[in-house]
Structures are given as structure tokens and as C-alpha cells.
């Protein structure tokens, strides 16, 4: 199937997210869509997939120019897409949801239970998925999750598959494997749009790649444009893309996690008597399969939740017990993995949320009452400081792209003293320019003395930031090592070494 976009224009009031956007995506082909933060590449894939509505231009598909009014229409032209967040119901099975999309889309012939399993079996065999159709949802890793939307696509027929930033959620081997599927789905004809701000991916697997910045089309490059070039016709100026640093072992102990034990809700022991300490200048970082503990990990270190055996220090101090706004007053800066759930207000202004854990300080208020000038004067400079892009600081945070409203989070945390700075996936869904700065503030704020903790199932993040690297596997952590380990040997403590699993086998 060939699908042509022509002239693709869509605003938001005065707003032009796309800007005559003019691509073709070859049957068969891996169209790689690169572009930095809010340059529209999700408007654009909304279009594709009927959930927006062009403000002009068209959609061809073989010729002939299509109207979608909803993702169903999409679907039924042979459009797949899938999205960061997965469209699954965790208590079915795999065939169940595969059920499931069937009957939301009202394809012809809706599939009983056992048709459903067989077709996943089908399907899973022809590509190569290792999908369990009897397996329920909630059981399976992330990577395997993301399968299983991909074989929802196929089970409706799916011509032309959507990923949008499919690699964020996956270990680098989970992402070896969905290369190795990307390249069998081209083999038998379906064209892929992959969305991604991974260039090492963009090279390793694209046929063509097209940049868009500030809405419009800048480009479409081929494989052998090397990274840096990229970069530059991403953002418009050259980009460092390693960070600058020395090593630097710490010095006095500032946060330490004491044979730390936290049970989940469902009495899993997801966190197993950890111990490990962060000292002031340096930066610790904690390499992982996400899923292995490091989200309760960090959580019990910012009194997020209480740890059902041992402590947390901050300077000596037992702040176990302390609840979270007392850590932060502390001062533990924290960024947040699920930005949206622990990070910002959607509702919220840019402008509100860029002193939201801190507007009871001095700085942002007196005697009770707020001080606006202030607060007013810290959303100009941080907006111009992280490179914010936002119609406003009255813009709802909610409505600012994805890395934007990364960029918000970071910004605020930056912007107080710390003692300890604990940053979960600092630079997730964020493009290599502000991968760059962020980095480098991450860097600065170690410099100045405050201990860092960064969790990351970034490798290369980690090698960017890290003085030591602590590996957790399983709730425990199960190694430590130098920065200069090769990453093979990283990788293979982050896979349990020999406790492979059946789904990543
Ligand atoms: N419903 C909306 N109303 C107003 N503005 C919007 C809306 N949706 C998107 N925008 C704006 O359009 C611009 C493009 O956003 P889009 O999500 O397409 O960017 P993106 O390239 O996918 O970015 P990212 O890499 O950060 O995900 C952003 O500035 C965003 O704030």
C-alpha cells in the first residue's frame, strides 16, 4: 500500500502544529519520522490514524485521497497504529484483546474466542512474536505487551504500522528483538512509520528518514547520514551529542538506603534488602529492566511509600518515616518516571507548575499570600532556560507535547538547592538537543556537590551521567560497576545473566 500525504496543514487556534507537510511512505518501506519536541510528529500520526482532524491538505492512500473521522475509518484503509501508552486490558488474555480491537474497529467477522486463538497463533508464528494467545496481559513484560498491540494491528489487517516511540519502554534487548520483528514485518510488505529520538536506531534500521522541525518538513535523509547530521537538521545547530565529564568518586555520604524491603500491594517483595549509599558529587546510576524494583526503590527513598523493613538517610537522619513533602523540603529534587501521574498538574499552567512543590518557600510567597511577580519572573526564565515550547505560561501543561512537558518537570527540580537530586528516566521521550542540555545540567548540579541518583533503562544514558553504576535485577541489586564496563557485561547482569525468561528468550 502506498500512502501519500499531501499539503498536510493542521492548527490549533492560531497555532500551526503541521505546516503543508508533503510525504510519501513506499509499500514495504521503514519511514523513519525524527523531530524535536513539539515539532508536531504526533499531530501528523493523529491525522493518519483519523483522531485528528486535517485543517487542509490530504491523505492518499493508493491514489485515491481518503477522509478518516475516526480511528475505526483509518483502520478499516489498512492504518495500524501503536502508541506510548498501550490500548490494553491488563485482566485478558492476549487473545481476548486481540477480541477485543476486533470489535471496536467492527471488522467483518468478529472472532470467537477460539478463532482469536488461533489467529494469534498464526500470526505470532508468521512474524515470529513468541505471543502465548491463553497468556493474560497484566503477566507479560512491557516489550511482550507491545507484541501484542502490534498483533492487534496485523489481526486488522494492518498495511501501513504506526510505532510512536515504540523503544522508550524497552531494554536494549527488548528492542533487538522488535527490530529483528520490524525488519519481518517489511519483508512481507507492511510499511512502517517509526517515530523515535534514538538516531542509533533511525540508522540501524530506517530505509528513508524525514525530519520535521517547528511543524514543517525539513528533509528526508537516508541511512548513511551519520548522527550528528541528523541532530543538526533536527534542531537547526550542531549537537554535543556526549556530555563532557570527568569521573569524580564522591565524597561524603548524603542519601543512604539502609537494607531497604518494600512489598507491593498484591505481597510481592518487589524491593529485596537493598543497600547502597550516594555520596555528595557524584553521580550514582541505577541500570535496570524497568520492572525490577527501581520504582518502589526510588519511591521509599522519597517516603512516596513506606518501606516495610529498613530506612532511608538523608545526612545521617531516618527520613523512612518523613512522608514526601518533608523529603522535598529537605531537599531531594525528584523527577518522576510517569511524569504525568507523579510530575505536573495537567490542568495546570506552565506557570504553576514550574513552582508547584515550591510556592510555599520565601522565594514565591510571603505572609501566606503568594508573591506573582516572582512566580511570574521563574516561568520566563526557566521557559527560556530548558527551551519550553509553549504558546504561553497560561498554557495547561496537559496540552504541551510530551518532551515539553518533560522539560517542565526538570526545569522546576533544577531549580532549588539540593542535597540529593533522584531523576527516573530524566530525558524520556525527549529529543537529542534537550538530551544535551539536560545532561549537562545533571552534570553542573553534581559539580556543585549535590548527590545524584539516576535511574535509567538507558543504557547509554547511564554511561553519559555515571561516576558508579549499580545494576538492580529482581528487586535486589545484583552488581556495581565501574563506568568504563563494557556494556555487554551491564546488559547481562540487567537480564538476571542465566534467568532468562521464557518471553525473552
Ligand atoms: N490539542 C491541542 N491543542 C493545542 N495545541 C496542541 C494540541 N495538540 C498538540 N498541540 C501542540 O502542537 C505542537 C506539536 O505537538 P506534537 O505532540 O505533535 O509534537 P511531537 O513532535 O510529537 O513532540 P514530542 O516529541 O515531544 O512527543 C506542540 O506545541 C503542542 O503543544
Do not use: W
Request: charged share 25%; glycine share 10%; with cysteine.
Amino acid at each position: 500500500m502506498k500512502l501519500e500525504i499531501k499539503d498536510l496543514t493542521k492548527r490549533f487556534g492560531s497555532f500551526t502544529a503541521n505546516d503543508g507537510i508533503d510525504l510519501t511512505i513506499e509499500p514495504g518501506e521503514i519511514h523513519c519520522l525524527l523531530g524535536e519536541n513539539g515539532a508536531g510528529k504526533s499531530t501528523l500520526m493523529n491525522m493518519l490514524y483519523g483522531l485528528l482532524d486535517p485543517t487542509s491538505g490530504q491523505i492518499v492512500i493508493d491514489g485515491e485521497p481518503v477522509t478518516f473521522a475516526t480511528p475505526k475509518d483509518a483502520i478499516a484503509a489498512g492504518i495500524g497504529m501503536v502508541h506510548q501508552h498501550f490500548m490494553l486490558v491488563p485482566v485478558f488474555t492476549v487473545a481476548e484483546n486481540v477480541m477485543l480491537g476486533r470489535e471496536q474497529t467492527s471488522a467483518p467477522g468478529v472472532l470467537s474466542r477460539r478463532r482469536a486463538s488461533a489467529r494469534v497463533r498464526e500470526l505470532s508464528s508468521a512474524f515470529n512474536l513468541a505471543v502465548d494467545p491463553d497468556r493474560l496481559v497484566e503477566d507479560l513484560p512491557v516489550g511482550v505487551q507491545q507484541r501484542v498491540e502490534i498483533l492487534k494491528a496485523l489481526a486488522n489487517e494492518a498495511k501501513v504500522l504506526i510505532l510512536d516511540e515504540p523503544t522508550a519502554v524497552l531494554t536494549p534487548q527488548e528492542i533487538d528483538e522488535l527490530m529483528a520483528i520490524m525488519r519481518r514485518l517489511k519483508e512481507q510488505g507492511t510499511s512502517i512509520i517509526f517515530i523515535t529520538h534514538k538516531l542509533r536506531e533511525v540508522k540501524a534500521i530506517g530505509d528513508r528518514i524525514s525530519v520535521i522541525r517547528r511543524g514543517k518538513l525539513v528533509g528526508t535523509a537516508d541511512p548513511s547520514a551519520s548522527e550528528a547530521e541528523l541532530a543538526e537538521m533536527m534542531v537547526g545547530r550542531s549537537v554535543s551529542l556526549r556530555v563532557e565529564k570527568e569521573n569524580r568518586t564522591g565524597g561524603d555520604v548524603v542519601l543512604r538506603a539502609d537494607q531497604v524491603t518494600v512489598i507491593d500491594p498484591r505481597g510481592h517483595q518487589v524491593v529485596k534488602d537493598v543497600s547502597f549509599e550516594a555520596r555528595a558529587g557524584e553521580v550514582v546510576g541505577i541500570a535496570g529492566v524497568q520492572g525490577n524494583g527501581q520504582t518502589e526503590l526510588i519511591k521509599s527513598l522519597l517516603g512516596l511509600v513506606k518501606p516495610d523493613a529498613g530506612k532511608v538517610l538523608l545526612n545521617g537522619e531516618d527520613i523512612s518515616r518523613h512522608g514526601t513533602r518533608k523529603s522535598l523540603e529537605a531537599g531531594i529534587g525528584y523527577v518522576p518516571e510517569d511524569r504525568g501521574h507523579d510530575g505536573f498538574v495537567g490542568e495546570f499552567s506552565v506557570r504553576e507548575n514550574l513552582v508547584l512543590d515550591l510556592y510555599r518557600s520565601s522565594e514565591f510567597s510571603h505572609a501566606g499570600t503568594l508573591r506573582h511577580d516572582a512566580i511570574t519572573a521563574n516561568a520566563r526564565h526557566r521557559i527560556e532556560e530548558f527551551d519550553i515550547r509553549t504558546e504561553s505560561m497560561e498554557t495547561p501543561v496537559g496540552s504541551l507535547s510530551g518532551g515539553n512537558q518533560q522539560k517542565v518537570v526538570v526545569a522546576r527540580e533544577f531549580s532549588r538547592p539540593l542535597e540529593v537530586l533522584i531523576a527516573s528516566q530524566p530525558t524520556r521521550g525527549v529529543d537529542v538537543g534537550s538530551i544535551e542540555f539536560i545532561h549537562k545540567r545533571i552534570i553542573e548540579e553534581r559539580d556543585t556537590g549535590t548527590a545524584v541518583v539516576i535511574v535509567s533503562t538507558e543504557l547509554d544514558e547511564i554511561y553519559a551521567l555515571a561516576d558508579r553504576i549499580l545494576v538492580m535485577f529482581d528487586g535486589r541489586i545484583v552488581g556495581e560497576a565501574g563506568p568504563d564496563t563494557p556494556r555487554e557485561e551491564i546488559g547481562l547482569m540487567m537480564a538476571g545473566a542465566h534467568q532468562s525468561t521464557e518471553e525473552s528468550a
